[in-house]
């Protein structure tokens, strides 16, 4: 069974500039969730999507922003890019089986973005 | 609210020796606890989860957490570390809906020849 699809991998993007990254769960997972993860701020939640629709959000300004399409693959957006968004952008899916907490959520290996 | 404190954010052991990597965690509920490990350059992969139905959980690489609610930890044990171990580990706690997790601030372990 293949694992969660993280794509591009790496990517360096200028201030200003807007990134889309694409995030595709394991086959039969209809929730994907994102994290940020740097260096200072460690391991941080940014949202949620499940069956197309955002369940939870974390604390991130509105540049932010994602979507899910109904094969349940995931994109998120940052537009406006600043210098602090450089992190390694990690998806996670889950099968949601009990609808509550105690699902694991399985990582993809990151999407490095690189803001220059 | 679900957070968890990770003790030590560096650990170095010698290879064989005992490896310990602390967490506590708040919760106002019963908690579900994980383990996952960061390789460089590499996304989490899963370690072990608590989710009530025993105290000491084993995971994969022959780790295992003993869940101690008195103590409010889920501390992360393996009895001989190997050259392989060596990576970061993160303790986190499942939110109470969703698939919302709280992340330590993580444990990098160093194994020493």
């Known amino acids: 069974k293949a694992g969660v699809t993280q794509t591009p991998r790496y990517l360096i993007k200028t201030r200003g500039q807007q990134v889309t990254l694409s995030c595709s769960p394991i086959s039969g997972h209809r929730s994907v969730s994102w994290y940020q993860q740097t260096p200072g701020q460690g391991l941080q939640f940014l949202f949620e999507y499940f069956s197309e629709t955002q369940r939870n959000k974390g604390n991130f300004p509105g540049r932010f922003s994602g979507r899910q399409f109904s094969n349940s693959r995931s994109e998120m957006n940052v537009s406006t890019l600043e210098l602090g968004d450089s992190a390694l952008y990690l998806c996670?899916?889950?099968?949601?089986?009990?609808?509550?907490?105690?699902?694991?959520?399985?990582f993809g290996e990151g999407s490095w973005l690189t803001v220059v | 609210a679900q957070s968890v404190t990770q003790l030590g954010s560096h650990v170095s052991v010698s290879e064989g020796a005992l490896v310990l990597l602390r967490c506590n965690y708040s919760?106002?509920?019963?908690?579900?606890l994980f383990w996952y490990v960061q390789y460089p350059n590499q996304g989490l992969q899963l370690l072990l989860k608590?989710?009530?139905?025993?105290?000491l959980v084993k995971g994969i690489n022959g780790f295992e957490a003993e869940f101690k609610k008195s103590e409010t930890s889920f501390h992360l044990t393996k009895p001989s570390a190997h050259m392989s171990d060596a990576a970061e580990y993160f303790c986190a706690v499942s939110g109470s809906a969703g698939n919302q997790f709280y992340f330590g601030t993580g444990t990098s372990l160093t194994v020493i020849p």
């Open positions: 919760s106002s509920v019963p908690p579900y």
């Open positions: 608590y989710t009530s139905a025993a105290t």
């Open positions: 996670a899916s889950s099968s949601y089986l009990s609808g509550g907490p105690g699902n694991t959520i399985y």
